[in-house]
């Protein structure tokens, strides 16, 4: 990953297209990885805010980016959990009927019973055609989230795989993403 810009809170980098990312129903970790479908979307929501903006509608300690864009800071007002949630999870919907490709990786169990969301992966070409980025290729990777319980397993590793390996299946020169800078592990993976 090449570091290209950095801004006061977050670093952009441009992740390089590895030739054989492979991508497989299961996975190496023991989940299930798969693109989402609309009935999905609430889990996706609920996972994503749990991981963005964790405190149940209280202040957080330490404000995020990520948090404020996802309407945290608390309160029982307007921006109530519950509200953020649905609006996310229209947006999601919006998203994907706009050609994101959403990858959520579930727990590997048997039946036909709901498995655990352990994670999913936002990647699309949306935020590249907005007239405020600098960025004229590639897709790029709006949000990655892995459950708190299902962290350090390769979950994530796994998804931005799948990401990878889509964008070249989509054509795309390169994949583009926003970390925290605080946020080391992600950094880590990307790197």
């Known amino acids: 990953a090449a570091d290209t810009m950095a801004l006061p809170m977050l670093r952009l980098l441009a992740l390089v297209i590895p030739a054989s990312a492979a991508l497989c129903s299961v996975t190496a970790s023991g989940g299930r990885l798969r693109l989402a479908g609309s009935d999905d979307l609430v889990r996706v929501a609920q996972l994503q805010l749990d991981?963005?903006?964790?405190?149940?509608?209280?202040?957080?300690?330490?404000?995020?980016?990520?948090?404020?864009?996802?309407?945290?800071?608390?309160?029982?007002?307007m921006t109530s959990?519950?509200?953020?949630?649905e609006r996310l999870t229209v947006?999601?919907?919006n998203r994907l009927s706009k050609g994101s490709d959403i990858y959520v990786m579930e727990g590997a169990q048997l039946g036909d019973e709901l498995r655990p969301l352990l994670g999913a992966a936002d990647l699309s070409e949306q935020e590249m055609l907005l007239p405020t980025h600098s960025l004229a290729e590639g897709l790029y990777l709006s949000s990655m989230a892995v459950d708190t319980g299902a962290r350090r397993r390769g979950i994530g590793r796994e998804l931005l795989q799948a990401a990878l390996q889509r964008a070249v299946e989509r054509g795309a020169s390169g994949v583009f993403l926003h970390v925290e800078k605080s946020n080391e592990a992600a950094l880590g993976l990307y790197e």
């Not at 149940?56 to 945290?72: E, I, N, Q, V």
């Open 91 to 93: 947006e999601l919907g």
């Open 81 to 85: 959990r519950k509200a953020r949630a």
């Open 51 to 77: 991981t963005f903006d964790p405190a149940p509608d209280t202040p957080a300690k330490k404000p995020t980016l990520l948090g404020s864009l996802f309407g945290g800071g608390g309160g029982g007002g």
